[in-house]
T-cell receptor
Framework: DAKTTQPTSMDCAEGRAANLPCNHS???????VYWYRQIHSQGPQYIIH???NNETNEMASLIITEDRKSSTLILPHATLRDTAVYYC????????????FGTGTRLTIIP | DTGVSQDPRHKITKRGQNVTFRCDPI?????LYWYRQTLGQGPEFLTY????????KSRLLSDRFSAERPKGSFSTLEIQRTEQGDSAMYLC????????????FGPGTRLTVL
């Protein structure tokens, strides 16, 4: 799996959009970008994934650059409940049965 | 609640004792995973099952660790002769056919070895 690089921590004001970057410059053509988050004392939670097109669901939007070397997870209207560690994971959807988590970005939503 | 459940949520044991954890996945999910997480780190893969077959084990899974999923439903993770370095959160996850990277995690079992 390709290596990812994320900032260690970020703050965002409540109600504003939280933009979490991820670099994955060694991503290969068949690898997807997945995002998970882990709220304190809970297991990780799947958020969204994409290959090359931008994706949106009820939780977030995922913007992947055209060269696919980086991506941004967007939480459009952050709430205090979005305070968590966010993990960006690059993995193939074929024959890869485990998720390789890094240390993620600790996002703190400020009231 | 039909999510992944784990039991117990917390376990304190003395060094050298054996411990066993249980995971009940979402019922229609055929894949089940075990991860371990230490403080300040992301979860690390230990092993996974497809139905009752254990298909991969990490090098982190020493001979003291064994996992089973006897009927392709719940799974158990046993640690024999626990060591202080085994203290961690043990997470279980499950995923459905065709969406193996969309894993649903349980709340974890926090193990403390004294």
């Amino acid at each position: 799996d390709a290596k990812t690089t994320q900032p260690t921590s970020m703050d965002c004001a409540e109600g504003r959009a939280a933009n979490l970057p991820c670099n994955h410059s060694t991503i290969s053509g068949n690898e997807y970008v997945y995002w998970y988050r882990q709220i304190h004392s809970q297991g990780p939670q799947y958020i969204i994934h994409g290959l090359k097109n931008n994706e949106t669901n009820e939780m977030a939007s995922l913007i992947i650059t055209e060269d696919r070397k980086s991506s941004t997870l967007i939480l459009p209207h952050a709430t205090l409940r979005d305070t968590a560690v966010y993990y960006c994971i690059v993995t193939s959807n074929f024959g890869n049965e485990k998720l390789t988590f890094g240390t993620g970005t600790r996002l703190t939503i400020i009231p | 609640d039909t999510g992944v459940s784990q039991d117990p949520r917390h376990k304190i044991t003395k060094r050298g004792q054996n411990v066993t954890f249980r995971c009940d996945p979402i019922s229609e999910h055929n894949r089940l995973y075990w991860y371990r997480q230490t403080l300040g780190q992301g979860p690390e893969f230990l092993t996974y099952f497809q139905n009752e077959a254990q298909l991969e084990k990490s090098r982190l899974l020493s001979d003291r660790f064994s996992a089973e999923r006897p009927k392709g439903s719940f799974s158990t993770l046993e640690i024999q002769r626990t060591e202080q370095g085994d203290s961690a959160m043990y997470l279980c996850a499950s995923s459905p056919v065709g969406s193996y990277n969309e894993q649903f995690f349980g709340p974890g079992t926090r193990l403390t070895v004294l």
